[in-house]
């Protein structure tokens, strides 16, 4: 691998490399090759991607015909570079694929902080979504010959993709109301339906969709009915009937495509992994997702205080006389923005620390967490950075209104916060009846200790307990 620069000690502005900043706790599990690659992949985001990501937005054009038929020729040159480098397809982790470069979740988590700071750097280090997620699902569950055909071109970034499971007829956010129908006739699968917020759908180079329908939708066992095939985009009966844009951006040429399925007719070698194994390949599909999502957003975040502190610093503007540094409120903003993200990075490694140790399942707990808690500390601190830049902020001439677009579909993609909430609040609630005892068992022995020792209490429950209710027997 040549790596053509010349890593310093320091980066230019003056704080220490990515790899000396690996908070403590994580420190043990991360490699020193994942260290030194984490440093490249912060010096290939701050002074190629960043720089490069005001080329992409112009390169793309104004029309929406020409945003969506785009390809910035930039892309394709971020990834010559990424791949001189040795930074790509760092997400497969290494205990589960032999396809990726070799990293854990951990080690890719802290890569993904600082591809979260750019729009170009995801897709220009192959580790963009919904690629990723997709070349998971092919690389865990699909055939030789499925493999070759597409998860091959998506590892060497010639082709993108799409995965299609959210309906506009039905509350998608359980999977199980998923409609769209698969059917087999002969040596083939025949689809009709409708899904939209198809990410990635827009892009000229997306030639695979990954669909989730049902096969068998009379099934007594509603986890059972659904299942996933590959198809090819170009396939006869698909429409692309419009592109959704996110609170006004379009996000071309990437986009959110609703699309219509009429008599789509695959081979039946386009199932993935068996009919009625639907379920338990998106379930496989989502858990590292959310958390390479999470670790973006905090880079996100971070990037946002970076703007927020470059205004704070900024010698033109002194509003009543003064920088906004000056400024009390701004200054206690900018300490609890540094907290939140801090706290919410550690546990983002810390959940992908479980799942390195065992899998997305064995670390449900650990990802709702993160799934609900970051998204909404990335929109506090990037909210803070608009307000401190007045009707910049919210404009185009800052990066934090898009930011923020993109930043609050986290709330919602891969599940709504709710449902997560709802799992992380039942299963918290199921050791309600073993605390129960616990507290029981303390206060009967708590009871027993108070007459040993000849206390008198008003309360048997203590529940009212204040100072001054008690009365001492001479014993004491
Ligand atoms: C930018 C973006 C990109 C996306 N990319 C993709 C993609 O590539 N592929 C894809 O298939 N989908 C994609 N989605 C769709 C996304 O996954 C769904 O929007 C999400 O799962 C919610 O489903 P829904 O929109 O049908 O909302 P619904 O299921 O109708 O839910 C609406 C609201 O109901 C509430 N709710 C839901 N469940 C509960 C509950 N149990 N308790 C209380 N309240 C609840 C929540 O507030 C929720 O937001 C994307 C969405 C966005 C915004």
Known sequence: MSVPYDLLKNTP?????????????????????ALKTLDIVEKFVEEECIPADAVFTRQIGETPVERFEAHPSIIEDLKTKAKQLGIWNMFLPKNHFTEGAGFSNLEYGLMAEYLGKSITASEA????????????????????????????????????????????????????????????????YVLNGQKWWSSGAGDLRCKIYIVLGKTDPNNTNKYAQQSVVLVPNDTPGITIHRMLSVMGFDDAPHGHGHISFDNVRVP?????????????????????????HAMRSVGAAEKALEWFLARLNDPRKTPFGEQLHKHGIMIERVAKSRIEIDAARLMVLNAAIKIDESNAK???????????????????????????????????????????ALGRTMRIVDGPDEVHVLQLGKNENKKGPAHKARIDAQIKRGQELLGQYGIEVSDPLQINRVSGQTSKKSKL
């Open 125 to 188: 280090t192959n580790c963009a979504a919904p690629d990723t997620g997709n070349m998971e699902v092919l690389a865990k569950y699909g055939t030789e010959a499925q493999k070759r055909k597409w998860l091959d071109p998506l590892l060497e970034g010639k082709i993108r993709s799409a995965f299609l499971m959210t309906e506009p007829q039905v509350a998608s956010s359980d999977a199980t109301n998923i409609e769209m129908s698969i059917r087999r006739e002969g040596n083939e």
């Open 13 to 33: 502005n003056g704080h220490l490399p990515a790899s000396a900043r690996v908070p403590a706790i994580a420190r043990p599990f991360v490699s020193e090759r």
């Open 362 to 404: 064995g670390a449900l707990k650990e990802i709702a967490e993160v799934k609900v808690l970051v998204p909404t500390m990335n929109l506090t601190v990037i909210d803070r950075a608009i307000q401190a830049y007045g009707g910049a902020g919210v404009c185009q001439d800052t990066p934090l209104a898009q930011m923020y």
């Open 268 to 292: 039946a070698e386009n199932m993935v992994l068996g009919e009625g194994k639907g379920f338990e390949i998106i379930q496989g599909r989502l858990g590292p997702g959310r958390i390479h």
